[in-house]
């Protein structure tokens, strides 16, 4: 086990949090695709193809990220509960409020998701080449994502105006306490590469 106080320790216990924190990410996205899905099979089917689409995506973002655990001494996360319950939550409300919520909602998580994903390959680019590439290739699916609700909205009137920061903030809150607050110093981290 890695002395956490050296900083090669400290460089392994925040790639074991991101790993931890990808991995809960991933498995919450995937409670709010199938509530979403399970409602719009109800109450508007014609886009119930894109979201089973984007779940499957993330069912094998979710596999990855396991897979690279082991070797990694990485465990799932303790508060998987939460993001099971939230993701579901919020895919039955936002599926509720009709299917521009639904792409309001996606668009909120995957930005979010993508600042984050933005964080962590600043950080892992030469403390862990190999999940800086399987980070940046999945990267690329939710950027697409991303892309998809955007493309797919309707309007922009007082639902996404208040549901788009709701949903943004909930994603932020839950990676940071998963991560014991290691996400906000590798932001911190990434603006100051960026000045150098």
């Not at 890695?2 to 790993?19: F, Q």
């Not at 119930?48 to 689409?53: I, S, T």
């Not at 521009?100 to 984050?116: K, L, P, Q, Y």
């Not at 309707?154 to 788009?164: C, D, F, K, M, N």
């Amino acid at each position: 086990m890695d002395n956490p106080s050296s900083s090669a320790g400290k460089r392994a216990v925040t790639v074991r949090r991101i790993l931890k924190v990808n991995h809960a990410g991933e498995f919450g996205a995937i409670r709010i695709y199938r509530a979403q899905i399970w409602m719009a099979r109800r109450l508007f089917p014609d886009i119930v193809p894109a979201l089973c689409d984007m779940r499957n995506d993330e069912i094998e973002h979710c596999r990855l990220f396991r897979d690279a655990m082991p070797s990694r001494h990485a465990k799932p996360c303790r508060v998987m509960a939460f993001w099971s319950l939230g993701g579901y939550l919020l895919g039955f409300l936002t599926a509720l409020g009709g299917r521009n919520m639904v792409w309001i909602c996606t668009e909120a998580v995957e930005s979010t998701v993508h600042r984050h994903l933005e964080d962590q390959l600043a950080s892992l680019d030469t403390r862990d080449p190999q999940l800086h590439g399987l980070i940046a290739s999945i990267q690329e699916e939710e950027l697409a994502h991303l892309s998809e609700a955007e493309k797919n909205q309707t309007r922009h009137g007082v639902s996404y105006a208040l549901l788009l920061p709701i949903v943004a903030a909930l994603t932020d809150l839950m990676i940071w306490l998963s991560t014991w607050g290691d996400s906000s110093w590798m932001r911190a981290e990434m603006a100051r590469s960026r000045q150098i």
